[in-house]
Nanobody, 114 residues
């Protein structure tokens, strides 16, 4: 089972995007869901986590700018990204936390550039 993120694109610095990730009910209900990103030439890193109760946690680099949320009825997790910076350019992935090798999808590319 791969988790596929969507919603990426090209945005100018200071702009916003919302990413989505839909998965099966079993995966969604049993796990903390998380967002990760991999910038060009760098390793994939954790960005944000949300647990089943809606408690969230963020990497310092995105705190105050990104918000993750979940719709339990739709088995969907979201990442609202505001005040985007060029250094946010990366492929964004969703997975559980800790991540499962079986769940990595293709990710969605976010490019922040003027």
């Amino acid at each position: 089972v791969q988790l596929q993120a969507s919603g990426g694109g090209l945005v100018q610095p200071g702009g916003s995007l919302r990413l989505s990730c839909t998965t099966s009910g079993t995966i969604f209900s049993l796990n903390r869901m998380a967002w990760y990103r991999q910038a060009p030439g760098k390793q994939r890193v954790w960005v944000a986590t949300i647990n089943s109760g809606g408690f969230t946690n963020y990497d310092d680099s995105v705190k105050g700018r990104f918000t993750t949320s979940r719709d339990n009825a739709k088995n969907t997790v979201y990442l609202q990204m505001n005040s985007l910076k060029p250094e946010d350019t990366a492929i964004y992935y969703c997975n559980r936390k800790p991540p499962s090798v079986d769940y990595w999808g293709q990710g969605t590319l976010v490019t922040v550039s003027s």
